[in-house]
């Protein structure tokens, strides 16, 4: 059984609208994250989370919203969409924070038109 | 910021060959971060393969061995006699220690090997 569900694996959206990327770990993890690979480029690090809380935030956009309604679930919203949002989506979590050893989900691939 | 550059692929080798993907590292935050490398295999998701967070220590898995080396900043993935089911994107990453969870990866190096 997959331990962390990302919904769904594809997402095709159009500019200037709003989608909310779903996230659940079932690994009992207390921290949870979301990196992003565009085409051509390397996993990049957005967000972290510990026990639902915010601990680190490397996106210059106020418009990548994370949001946490239970400590194994971290959405990601993503308001106002560019082409330039068209990437992959992964979602990771590991047993604390402070660990580096991280798991990661399949991913959501979102396309913006 | 921090840095990850290795081999840019893809690389092909034949089964039993041996097998090497460089990994060098530049870490601004911190002297000595975390190195890890992680695998996609094809349909999969992204699956840590082996870490290493001491310099001078060396970590093993499935074959495969990193040697965290602080002099030169490398941390190059080996294996003796890859197989075919060893064909897989491979990423170097970094983690800088400052208690952030963030993880620095490299582009990832895809590697396919030949029966």
């Known amino acids: 059984d997959p331990k962390i569900i990302q919904k769904p694996k594809y997402l095709v959206a159009v500019t200037g609208s709003e989608k909310i990327l779903i996230c659940e770990q079932y690994l009992g993890h207390n921290a949870m994250y979301w990196y992003r690979q565009s085409a051509k480029k390397p996993l990049e690090f957005m967000f972290s989370y510990s026990y639902q809380k915010l601990m680190d935030n490397q996106t210059a956009s106020s418009r990548f919203q994370p949001q946490s309604s239970k400590k194994n679930h971290l959405d990601l919203q993503i308001t106002a969409l560019k082409p330039d949002d068209s990437a992959t989506y992964f979602c990771?979590?590991?047993?604390?924070?402070?660990?580096?050893?991280?798991?990661f989900g399949p991913g959501t691939r979102l396309t913006v038109l | 910021g921090d840095s990850v550059t290795q081999t840019e692929g893809p690389v092909t080798v034949s089964e039993s060959e041996s097998l090497i993907i460089n990994c060098t590292y530049s870490?601004?935050?911190?002297?000595?971060?975390?190195l890890f490398w992680y695998v996609r295999y094809p349909g999969e998701g992204l699956q840590l393969l082996l870490k290493?967070?001491?310099?001078?220590q060396k970590g093993s898995s499935r074959g495969f061995e990193a040697t965290y080396n602080k002099e030169t900043t490398s941390f190059h993935l080996q294996k003796a006699s890859v197989q075919e089911s060893d064909s897989a994107v491979y990423y170097c990453?970094?983690?800088?220690?400052?208690?952030?969870?963030?993880?620095?990866f490299g582009d990832g190096t895809v590697l396919t090997v030949k029966p």
């Open positions: 870490a601004t935050s911190i002297a000595y971060p975390n």
């Open positions: 990453a970094l983690g800088d220690n400052t208690n952030t969870g963030k993880l620095t």
């Open positions: 290493v967070i001491t310099a001078g």
């Open positions: 990771a979590s590991s047993q604390e924070w402070t660990e580096y050893e991280q798991y």
